[in-house]
């Protein structure tokens, strides 16, 4: 867990914030650890470190803002990037595929990728690319930001109150959360090499 607790309690809410603000939406966000950030986060508010209830807002409004800007990149950047390439995978075939996608599946992505590393950085870009209705990106980016911020950093918040030394628990807790969370991705690796 190197030194995740400390770089909580040095960076404090606004580094946090600006932690879940660059893993939702921008693409450097990539390598961020969302979901490990939160849990420890809640661990450390129970522990009396942080407040869970600003923990918990300065979280929620930084993933709906993050994801609200990862939108508008894709909405204004990312279209005039696949409008331009002529490569195989920026091209004007994936736009329509993306638009056809996200009338048919975003509100359900957009909750599920908030609990996928990686995914959950990408799919508010791709929002904007296929062009879904600013309104229901909005709406399901809330529910999103909601479930996620809440369910991760409460269990941390719970599990810190409830379970005695847990603290000498929290590396294989996080370690297991990681594992959980790369799951999907990996097994949708997985299916797609066993298809070829």
């Known amino acids: 867990m190197f030194d995740l607790i400390l770089l909580i309690k040095t960076a404090g809410y606004l580094g946090i914030g600006g932690i879940i603000f660059s893993e939702s939406g921008l693409l450097f966000g990539l390598l961020f650890p969302g979901d490990s950030l939160l849990f420890t986060a809640g661990f450390l508010a129970s522990q009396g470190f942080l407040n869970i209830w600003i923990l918990s807002i300065v979280a929620f409004m930084s993933?709906?803002?993050?994801?609200?800007?990862g939108y508008w990149f894709g909405k204004k950047i990312g279209v005039?990037?696949?409008?331009?390439?002529?490569?195989?995978?920026?091209?004007?075939?994936?736009?329509?595929?993306?638009?056809?996608?996200?009338?048919?599946?975003?509100?359900?992505?957009?909750?599920?990728?908030?609990?996928?590393?990686?995914?959950?950085?990408?799919v508010p870009?791709?929002?904007?690319v296929g062009k879904m209705n600013y309104r229901v990106f909005?709406?399901?980016?809330?529910?999103g930001a909601f479930l996620w911020v809440v369910g991760v950093s409460f269990l941390g918040y719970f599990l810190g109150n409830i379970i005695p030394n847990v603290d000498n628990y929290l590396l294989p807790i996080i370690i297991l959360i990681i594992l959980l969370s790369i799951l999907p991705n990996l097994i949708h690796f997985i299916r797609y090499k066993i298809k070829k």
């Open 63 to 69: 993933a709906v803002l993050g994801d609200s800007f």
């Open 80 to 122: 005039k990037i696949f409008s331009r390439q002529k490569s195989h995978f920026l091209s004007k075939d994936h736009l329509i595929k993306a638009e056809d996608f996200f009338v048919k599946h975003g509100p359900k992505a957009l909750v599920l990728a908030r609990f996928i590393p990686i995914v959950r950085t990408l």
């Open 125 to 128: 870009i791709l929002a904007g």
């Open 138 to 143: 909005l709406t399901y980016n809330l529910i």
